[in-house]
């Protein structure tokens, strides 16, 4: 089983950047998707949630009406396409697969992990 989050990168305050996460070992079927944050000197943040059936997603507030979630079953793919960025995203974005999603965008019963990936945004 394994999760590869990519996409992250250096933007400038107010830009976007869409990541994506590829799985294999399993389908996108089987397990509820979250993205997590992590920024220097901070816990990591469940920021969204999609289910394993696709047809619902969660936020957290941080970036709930800029960040938009969703997959791709066909590819076994995820992304988060993150829209006016500022300084406070600056983080390693992680996927991870588990039991259920929360209403505050979390993941519980995290399974898997996948590498991170760096977002830094400028300002």
């Known amino acids: 089983v394994q999760l590869q989050a990519s996409g992250g990168g250096l933007v400038q305050a107010g830009g976007s950047l869409r990541l994506s996460c590829v799985v294999s070992?399993?389908?996108?079927?089987?397990?509820?998707i979250g993205w997590f944050r992590q920024a220097p000197g901070k816990e990591r943040e469940g920021i969204s949630c999609?289910?394993?059936?696709?047809?619902?997603?969660y936020y957290a507030d941080s970036v709930k009406g800029r960040f938009t979630v969703s997959g791709d079953k066909a590819k076994n793919a995820l992304y988060v396409q993150m829209n006016i960025l500022n300084p406070e995203d600056t983080a390693v974005y992680y996927c991870?697969?588990?039991?259920?999603?929360?209403?505050?965008?979390?993941?519980?019963?995290?399974?898997?992990w996948g590498k991170g990936t760096q977002v830094t945004v400028s300002s």
């Open positions: 999609i289910r394993s059936s696709g047809d619902s997603t």
């Open positions: 070992g399993f389908t996108l079927d089987y397990y509820d």
């Open positions: 991870a697969a588990g039991t259920a999603c929360l209403p505050t965008g979390d993941l519980h019963g995290v399974n898997y």
